[in-house]
Structures are given as structure tokens and as C-alpha cells.
């Protein structure tokens, strides 16, 4: 099994590149990849199934393409990419040619792409043609003339746009040598490999971690669902995230297995791969289990489930668990970390322990993952192995002031009590200031800026949502959404004044 070594004590000096290679030695034709279904109406490619060998071929032949354009070790590359199998490509190539990746939401404009790649320095931009209707290479191109340090915009599909340089040779048949990345000084593990994006109540914050990190964080779920070696999973979680980084990348090559990759959510396309790939594992955004269960598409082959809780003050009132499949909640926390718990035989949420969280709890021979504390602000706090400690760009500020850890404790923002006689903590209300639609984060208080200056007279507000959490609902002119497109902004934000037929 991959874990093999991942737990002993040269753990720290494992890389995923590494983890790979050793499922590509052991299951060289065996398949590895897996696109959406419908990956041809969403980026206009046929759908794609990749073998272990192909895949070592395509994320080599990446690499040489990043190095060949004169990029340099400890480059970061912007990706923003749909769920399918170029996602998976574009950021382990990423890696091996000794670069940081840079996953970024695929419902990020002009504005917030600017403002996170303005602040790491980032010099390319790995995307698409296109993304259902929404032109991704031209958003890129306009991104890079706001930056003067983006120098490359490169990209999957067809119809490119003049400048941007195609990616579509790297799934070729031709042979090439293995790529071998240039040497680095100190452990490669220890060096940062992703910075993903969070948004608190101070704004706009690079989150990095290297290699042992984001292993952490896929590490703390695998033990947890008790996953076996060689599964087939089926991750609807996009890697433009820690979670999803640690959720879908981390949790296959872990398991040395096959990632069938979805996008969406479409009901239509995960019922055809369910019964496809007969995956035994499935990852899921938490509010699609209600109604997945209900629609009868939970069951068959799936074994275990894993529900990413993006809004985790929410778990403690979930329904209770009645399906076949083993259920394991995700509690995530911005990006700062994530806490496993699998649900117990009265199918109720677990609590969160306030201390040392070990996987897989109740278990023997189980490891430390996470301690949790409560901070003089009455919030949580997470300490341990996937917990970001180091700050992006380095020396940009103090780990105190950027969300990552100071003295290995970082502050999740998300407001907790103790819960009396029973060592446990309860979550009340998620950070201050943020409204949170889904994967994505704003501050209001600039969601509020962005649209007075689209039209001084429109009014826009967060209301609950049963399956995104909130919901943002404006009330404006019909040239509101259109002047907010333009202006470059979140299409959530421009969403919230589209005409609503009348009842």
C-alpha cells in the first residue's frame, strides 16, 4: 500500500510526486484517471481515461513544457480548471517541475484573481478554452494584463485565443523521457507545493503548504474511513481548495487506486458513474446527501462516503445517518485545516473533541491528526500536522496576521463553547463577517462596495440556502448583473440580480 513509508519515519521526506510513482511502479497499466461524463459539453474535450503510465507520460511531458518556457524552481503557476482529469495533470506537473500550484475557484473573475495572484507573485496561468459558456482562456488574458508578471497563459481545448499557448500535446502519444526536476536544497517534501486562497474578516489571504502538509490532511481521512488500498473514488470536490486538494488528489494516491473525477453537481452524470465505475468510495459536498439519499443514489457499490461540511456549525443539527454505506463527515475550516469524524451506529454527527484528535478514532493503533483549543476570543483553534505554519510570500507579514499558524496554533475564526462534563466543543456561528456560498467565501462588506459601485440605488443581501448554506439576493435594475460582469466580479455576486420569472 502507498502508506507504506508515509508513516514511518522518513514520512516527512515524501513528496506527491512521489506517491505516485510508487502506485505508477505497482499499477503501470491499471487505470488511474477517470473524466466527468459530460466532460465534453463542460470544456468541449472528449472525456478521458488515463492509465497510470499515461498519466506519469502526460504530467512529464507538463513539466517539460513549464521548464521550456524558461519558469524557474519555486515558480507559482495559477491554475483555474474544471473537475475533470486536466485539473489532475496541470497540478502534479505542476509539481514535478519543482513549481507551486495555485488552484484557484473556477467562479473567480477579473477582480479576485487579480487581487490573490497580484499578492504571490504568480507568472502563468494553466486553464481552459472554455468552461460551459464562460470564455476561461480570455479571463485569464485580461487577468494577465492587469499583472505584469503573469508571462504565460497556457491552456486546454480549442479556439485559443492569439498568445495563449496550448496544452492539448500533453495527452500525445509520443514517447518522452522521464522528467527529472532540478535539485533542491533541504528535504523537497519541506518546500511549499500549493497556496490555495481564504477569505476572513481581514480579506484575501495565501494559505501555503508543502508536501507533508497537504499528505497531513489526506492522511487524517483515509485513516478515518478505514479506505482500502486500490479503490475506485469518486470525488465531486474540485482542488481549488485544501479540502479538495486533500479529499480527491491525497485520498487516491493514497490509495494507490482510481479517481473517477465529477463536476457539477449534475444527478444525471454521478448516477452513470456510480454505476460505471462501481466506485466504493465517494466524496461529496455535505448538502447533496439528503437528496442523493432520497433519489435512491447512494447505495449499490458505494462503501463509504465522505461529506465535506463547508459550513461546519451546521453538522451538529444533520439529519441522522440510516444509509448501508459508512458515512464520514469532513469538517472544514476555511482553509486551515479539516477534522474527520465517521458517524457513529446511532448515525448522529460526532461532536468535536476539544484536544487531541486521533484517526481512526476509537481505533488502536491510531495517530494524532489534530488538537483543537479554544481561543480567548471564544473561537477554535487547530493545532497539528496539516495546520499551515509558514506565511506566503515569505517574510509577506507575521503568522499571526495571515492566518497561518503562530507557535503551531492557528484561529479558524469559527466561534465555539465548551460543552460542560463532556470535553467536547460546540460550534455557535462561523466567522464574522463572511458570507458563505458554497465553496466560496466573500466579506460582505465588500460584496456591499462592489455593488454600489455597480449601481448606488441596488440593495444586496445573504439569505440561508438549504443546499449552498447562504445565498446572496439582490434587488436592483436589469442593468445590474450585466454592469458587475463587466466590472470583472464573482459571477455569485453578478447572480444575485438576475431577472426571476414571477410566480
Known amino acids: 500500500m502507498i502508506l507504506n513509508g508515509t508513516l514511518q519515519a522518513d514520512g516527512h521526506r515524501t513528496t506527491l ?115 460551459g459558456a464562460n470564455a476561461q482562456a480570455e479571463i485569464a488574458m485580461r487577468v494577465a494584463a492587469e499583472l505584469f508578471p503573469i508571462r504565460y497563459i497556457c491552456a486546454f481545448g480549442d479556439d485559443l ?84 486538494i486533500a479529499l480527491t488528489i491525497m485520498l487516491w494516491l493514497l490509495a494507490g487506486g482510481t479517481l473517477s473525477l465529477h463536476h457539477g453537481f449534475d444527478p444525471a452524470a454521478f448516477t452513470e458513474q456510480t454505476r460505471a465505475h462501481e466506485s466504493s468510495i465517494v466524496v461529496l459536498p455535505a448538502p447533496t446527501l439528503t437528496p442523493l439519499t432520497d433519489a435512491g443514489l447512494l447505495g449499490g457499490p458505494i462503501k463509504t462516503i465522505l461529506a465535506l461540511w463547508r459550513a461546519p456549525e451546521q453538522l451538529a443539527t444533520a439529519a441522522p445517518w440510516q444509509g448501508d454505506a459508512r458515512l464520514v463527515d469532513i469538517a472544514s475550516f476555511g482553509e486551515v485545516g479539516l477534522l474527520p469524524a465517521r458517524r457513529g451506529s446511532d448515525g448522529l454527527p460526532l461532536p468535536v473533541p476539544y484536544g487531541a484528535i486521533l484517526a481512526p478514532r476509537g481505533a488502536s493503533g491510531t495517530i494524532a491528526v489534530a488538537e483543537t483549543m479554544r481561543t480567548e476570543a471564544g473561537t477554535l483553534a487547530l493545532r497539528g500536522p496539516m495546520v499551515p505554519t509558514q506565511p506566503f510570500p515569505p517574510g509577506a507579514k507575521q503568522a499571526d496576521e495571515d492566518g497561518t499558524a503562530l507557535d503551531g496554533l492557528a484561529d479558524t475564526g469559527f466561534a465555539c463553547r465548551i460543552e460542560p462534563g463532556t470535553g467536547t466543543l460546540v460550534l455557535t456561528a462561523p466567522p464574522a463577517g463572511i458570507t458563505a456560498i458554497g465553496y466560496y467565501r466573500f466579506r460582505q462588506r465588500e460584496v456591499d462596495a462592489a455593488v454600489a459601485a455597480a449601481d448606488p440605488a441596488a440593495v444586496v443581501v445573504a439569505l440561508p440556502d438549504a443546499l449552498l448554506g447562504q445565498r446572496l439576493a439582490g434587488s436592483a435594475g436589469a442593468a445590474t448583473a450585466s454592469e458587475l460582469q463587466v466590472r470583472g466580479y464573482n459571477a455569485l455576486i453578478a447572480g444575485a440580480f438576475r431577472p426571476r420569472a414571477c410566480a
Open 161 to 244: 485565443p492569439d498568445g495563449v499557448m496550448p496544452l492539448d500535446e500533453t495527452f500525445g502519444s509520443l514517447p518522452t523521457e522521464s522528467f527529472q526536476p532540478a535539485a533542491r536544497l533541504g528535504p523537497a517534501a519541506a518546500h511549499v507545493a500549493a497556496v490555495t486562497f481564504d477569505v476572513t474578516g481581514d480579506g484575501l489571504i495565501p494559505v501555503a503548504r508543502n508536501h507533508t502538509e497537504l499528505i497531513a490532511g489526506g492522511l487524517a481521512a483515509f485513516l478515518e474511513g478505514s479506505l482500502a488500498a486500490d479503490s475506485t473514488i469518486l470525488s465531486a470536490i474540485p482542488l481549488a481548495s485544501f479540502a479538495g
Open 17 to 131: 510526486d512521489d506517491l505516485f510513482r510508487r502506485a505508477g511502479v505497482r499499477h503501470a497499466d491499471a487505470l488511474a484517471l477517470i473524466d466527468p461524463p459530460n466532460a465534453e459539453s463542460l470544456t468541449g474535450r472528449s472525456p478521458q481515461r488515463l492509465t497510470y503510465a499515461e498519466a506519469d507520460r502526460a504530467i512529464s511531458m507538463l513539466a517539460a513544457k513549464l521548464r521550456g518556457l524558461g519558469l524557474q524552481t519555486d515558480t507559482v503557476v495559477a491554475m483555474q480548471l474544471a473537475n475533470t482529469v486536466d485539473s489532475v495533470i496541470a497540478l502534479l506537473g505542476v509539481l514535478r517541475a519543482g513549481m507551486i500550484a495555485a488552484p484557484l475557484p473556477l467562479l473567480w473573475r477579473e477582480q479576485e484573481m487579480v487581487a490573490a495572484l497580484g499578492r504571490i507573485g504568480a507568472k502563468a496561468i494553466l486553464t481552459s478554452s472554455r468552461v
